[in-house]
């Protein structure tokens, strides 16, 4: 089952979490010289990016790739590389979702790309309210253009690609970032095993939270 590590507030949880993100960075740069992560985008894991610019070195050498992305431009606000860009800074190599190419198109880049790296050391997943991860929605099918990745739909109508379930579940380790008393109930029924899309994820998942559940 998930097991869960609590924290006091926002601040320390997104500490413990910068800090359990490079120890697996260092491990795999010491045993196989390359670290592949797959990061979440949204609000939530902004600090611990931010931290993890502070502390991470040989960033020639750590590969990033967003969950997911929205349908649009680089340089907009709701853009989740633009968002990797600003809080780790311009030494991370992170790739970059090929939004100006058409959805499929871009979606088969994407999956070329995943397919390319392999298995994931790291993946870092959000939720929310409605128990959605990545941009695997409730009710909504994530249509595959390969093994690895997907486009869907988030409810406010927006195309979206993501890592397809299959490939999150492939990655060496996995963790959830829940915080905020918005999200309560989706983590009450991911962890009482309810048919929500983040709960299709591995069930070793580690869920870093300021929760009292």
């Given at each position: 089952?998930?097991?869960?590590?609590?924290?006091?507030?926002?601040?320390?949880?997104?500490?413990?979490?910068?800090?359990?993100?490079?120890?697996?960075?260092?491990?795999?740069?010491?045993?196989?010289?390359?670290?592949?992560?797959?990061?979440?985008?949204?609000?939530?894991?902004?600090?611990?990016?931010?931290?993890?610019?502070?502390?991470?070195?040989?960033?020639?050498?750590?590969?990033?790739?967003?969950?997911?992305?929205?349908?649009?431009?680089?340089?907009?606000?709701?853009?989740?590389?633009?968002?990797?860009?600003?809080?780790?800074?311009e030494?991370?190599?992170?790739?970059?979702?090929?939004?100006?190419?058409?959805?499929?198109?871009?979606?088969?880049?994407?999956?070329?790309?995943?397919?390319?790296?392999?298995?994931?050391?790291?993946?870092?997943?959000?939720?929310?309210?409605?128990?959605?991860?990545?941009?695997?929605f409730p009710?909504?099918?994530?249509?595959?253009?390969?093994?690895?990745?997907?486009?869907?739909?988030?409810?406010d109508?927006?195309?979206?690609?993501?890592?397809?379930?299959?490939?999150?579940?492939?990655?060496?380790?996995?963790?959830?970032?829940?915080?905020?008393?918005?999200k309560?109930?989706?983590l009450?029924?991911?962890?009482?095993?309810a048919?929500?899309?983040?709960?299709?994820v591995?069930?070793?998942?580690?869920?870093?939270?300021?929760?009292?559940?």
């Amino acid at each position: 089952m998930y097991r869960l590590v609590k924290g006091n507030n926002p601040e320390e949880v997104s500490r413990e979490l910068a800090e359990f993100i490079k120890r697996i960075v260092e491990e795999r740069l010491r045993s196989e010289g390359l670290a592949k992560l797959g990061l979440a985008g949204g609000r939530t894991p902004k600090l611990t990016y931010r931290l993890l610019s502070q502390t991470l070195k040989d960033w020639d050498r750590i590969l990033i790739f967003p969950t997911d992305e929205r349908f649009v431009p680089p340089e907009d606000p709701r853009s989740n590389f633009r968002m990797l860009r600003e809080t780790l800074g311009e030494r991370a190599k992170i790739y970059r979702v090929k939004t100006e190419l058409p959805l499929e198109k871009a979606c088969r880049d994407f999956e070329s790309a995943l397919s390319e790296t392999g298995s994931l050391d790291f993946i870092l997943l959000g939720m929310g309210a409605d128990g959605h991860t990545a941009s695997l929605f409730p009710g909504v099918p994530c249509r595959l253009c390969g093994e690895n990745a997907c486009t869907s739909k988030s409810p406010d109508g927006l195309e979206r690609i993501s890592m397809s379930l299959s490939y999150i579940n492939s990655a060496s380790e996995i963790a959830f970032l829940v915080l905020g008393e918005e999200k309560r109930q989706a983590l009450e029924k991911l962890l009482e095993g309810a048919d929500i899309p983040a709960g299709r994820v591995r069930k070793d998942a580690i869920v870093f939270t300021d929760l009292d559940i």
